[in-house]
């Protein structure tokens, strides 16, 4: 069955998924880097990075995915749609390699990249946009991308299968959080693990009985 | 040196440490007891319980503490100081034995309990209040109980030496959280651990390099 997973989603102690004062030249505000920094140290990223654990977690972002859904946050810095020319952040071969479904009011064609990415920009609820993603996704699994505010929208329409979080001890103080109050009690919905990491992270999932 | 300790203080994923809703019937409000529940799991809380990584961080509660300083609302459900009776929540032989410092706007005599325990009720910033308790701690360190308001104050002035923080993996939604805007940046001025736990939950410690 075709489920919806979340991987390798990062999160500050205090719960921010991205900073405060994002910009075309800052992606996460005043995070910087920090909240991804675990990521870029391990052997999926780069060779001779770390082979443990945050490496085995990191690599479970490409097997088994038809279809990728992001929000416009994440493809692009704030007021990319009125750039004609915007094609995301990722260069003329974007490590996604399969249709990208991005939810924003402004429309536009879908653009077809190197690589097997085509970006589909779509107007719609999180169900619709699902069900598109899993008829793309032809059997396979379908991710959801980010960032915080699509992915707290798509739990609290229990819509997420599978959900790896990433908490990185530092303290943002500020930016859009992850967790809101429509998800009280979310856990019980899910086994729930945690998994430290030598490097200082913890690693959380949450997947569904029926997954 | 006499440092200031936090211990066992728990908060769920989304970072409150009480929930919503607290009364005489309902000390943590709608969190019930399911922030302290791998805590009453350990041998240190009762006879054939846990002797894991929880029972060792359980355990660090008492050795070496020779005062603790509350807030008002660890003392009591709010509006106790309108009893003249309340002596706390705990019986007549609490577990601090050891002098405890209440922080309240509302003073009113010491209590001697069995056991060593005596109340002190101040009106006093947080500065204060270390420099009371350490006097009265006698060469030995200060516990800061809770609640979260209290912890996050302390921090917030830079007060505290060593706290240790369970993230218990529920999401309560609401109520009081520990983190607050001003402490951004705290991992700075501390060694920060993540430790998972099979129970589920995660043990973070913040130490300062000169404790």
């Known amino acids: 069955m075709s489920v919806v997973r979340v991987h390798n989603f990062s999160i500050s102690l205090d719960g921010f998924?991205?900073?405060?004062?994002?910009?075309?030249?800052?992606?996460?505000?005043?995070?910087?880097?920090?909240?991804?920094?675990?990521?870029?140290?391990?052997?999926g990223w780069q060779p001779g990075g770390s082979a443990g654990v945050d490496n085995a977690f990191m690599r479970q972002h490409d097997p088994g995915i038809g279809a990728e859904i992001m929000g416009a946050g994440k493809f692009g810095y704030p007021g990319w749609h009125e750039d004609p020319e915007w094609k995301g952040a990722w260069g003329p071969n974007p490590p996604f390699h399969t249709p990208v479904f991005v939810l924003t009011h402004h429309t536009r064609s879908p653009i077809e990249m190197e690589g097997g990415t085509t970006f589909h920009f779509i107007d719609a609820s999180p169900?619709?946009?699902?069900?598109?993603?899993?008829?793309?996704?032809?059997?396979?699994?379908?991710?959801?991308?980010?960032?915080?505010?699509?992915?707290r929208d798509f739990l609290a329409a229990g819509l997420v299968d599978h959900l790896h979080v990433v908490v990185v001890p530092i303290l943002l103080g500020r930016g859009v959080r992850l967790w809101d109050s429509r998800l009280e009690g979310l856990e019980q919905g899910y086994h729930v693990e945690a998994t430290s990491a030598p490097s200082g992270v913890t690693h959380l999932t949450f997947t569904r009985a029926h997954e």
């Open 17 to 43: 998924g991205t900073g405060e004062g994002q910009d075309a030249h800052a992606y996460f505000g005043h995070a910087g880097e920090r909240l991804h920094e675990w990521m870029f140290a391990t052997q």
């Open 127 to 151: 169900a619709e946009a699902v069900e598109q993603a899993k008829a793309a996704a032809d059997g396979r699994d379908v991710r959801l991308g980010g960032g915080p505010t699509v992915i």
